[in-house]
T-cell receptor, first 113, second 117 residues
Framework: GENVEQHPSTLSVQEGDSAVIKCTYS??????FPWYKQELGKGPQLIID?????GEKKDQRIAVTLNKTAKHFSLHITETQPEDSAVYFC????????????FGTGTRLKVLA | DSGVTQTPKHLITATGQRVTLRCSPR?????VYWYQQSLDQGLQFLIQ???????AKGNILERFSAQQFPDLHSELNLSSLELGDSALYFC????????????????FGEGSRLTVL
């Protein structure tokens, strides 16, 4: 069935270092890949997304890359700050035209001051 | 604040009982989604409603049901509760206007934490 694998499950980095979270999806029809950040006690919030016709997208310290051939996409956070500490979820769309996503299992990022 | 309101925030109940979780979507959003978040399972899609009608279904148990009312708020009903149903239940909404561009962004509420004892 459809599946999104996410690694690592936990990640600790020193403040100022970079963090990379990787996801792999199985449905070749997936064409939209959002990343959500969930802070403690809050619901997930969209931080960046990428569509299948684009290979890379940046927004300040955050970037996402997509390799459709390999069915891989990654989140890159540069110059990490303590407020980046949260759980990050990747997701992939399932059917074009609907907004049903399969989410990864999440990565708990800890930025150490 | 995402604009999505979920009640109750916390709920403790016993096995075999039935509970109802409520969600008010962002103003103007026609689609409502329900997700279950367990410790080791991430976010599991349960069901989606669009303008009052069921649109997509995920791994929702037969003991669970949902509906979306004319005012677009939604309720998730969980019955014959089991210990394994303990989880955080999220509601999300999106604009999802047919025929119009849609970013696909989901706006999540803060969740309802259900504990089944």
């Amino acid at each position: 069935g459809e599946n999104v694998e996410q690694h690592p499950s936990t990640l600790s980095v020193q403040e100022g270092d970079s963090a990379v979270i990787k996801c792999t999806y199985s449905d070749s029809a997936s064409n939209y890949f959002p990343w959500y950040k969930q802070e403690l006690g809050k619901g997930p919030q969209l931080i960046i997304d990428i569509r299948s016709n684009v290979g890379e997208k940046k927004d300040q310290r955050i970037a996402v890359t997509l390799n459709k051939t390999a069915k891989h996409f990654s989140l890159h956070i540069t110059e990490t700050q303590p407020e980046d500490s949260a759980v990050y979820f990747c997701a992939a769309s399932i059917n074009s035209g609907t907004y049903k996503y399969i989410f990864g299992t999440g990565t708990r990022l800890k930025v150490l001051a | 604040d995402s604009g999505v309101t979920q009640t109750p925030k916390h709920l403790i109940t016993a096995t075999g009982q039935r509970v109802t979780l409520r969600c008010s979507p962002r103003s103007g959003d026609l689609s409502v989604y329900w997700y279950q978040q367990s410790l080791d399972q991430g976010l599991q899609f349960l069901i989606q409603y669009y303008n009052g009608e069921e649109r997509a279904k995920g791994n929702i148990l037969e003991r669970f049901s949902a509906q979306q009312f004319p005012d677009l708020h939604s309720e998730l009903n969980l019955s014959s509760l089991e210990l394994g149903d303990s989880a955080l239940y999220f509601c999300a909404s999106s604009v999802d206007i047919r025929g119009s561009p849609n970013t696909g962004e989901l706006f999540f509420g803060e969740g309802s934490r259900l504990t089944v004892l």
